[in-house]
């Protein structure tokens, strides 16, 4: 989970994660129960934006260029019964 830092956190420590070294703007991928803390005292909101890296990371694939003389040629084959 993905979140943007609102405010410095008051607490220094949370289920043995620091907090102290959160700054006001930063975002950080974080757990969803550390996330939800964070959003439910107020200390962050969810970051929905994704970089070119997030996109890549989600997908996992990476396109593969056809070599021009590999097309697949549909023209002339027959039809299925």
Known sequence: M???IT???RELELD???????IQGM???VSSLMGTWLITEG???LEMRQT???RRALTGVRRRRRHPSRRRHTEGRAAPD
């Open 2 to 4: 993905k979140v943007r």
């Open 7 to 9: 405010q410095k956190p």
């Open 16 to 22: 043995g994660v620091r907090l102290d070294g959160l």
């Open 27 to 29: 975002v950080r991928d």
């Open 43 to 45: 200390y962050a909101e």
């Open 52 to 54: 070119g890296q997030d």
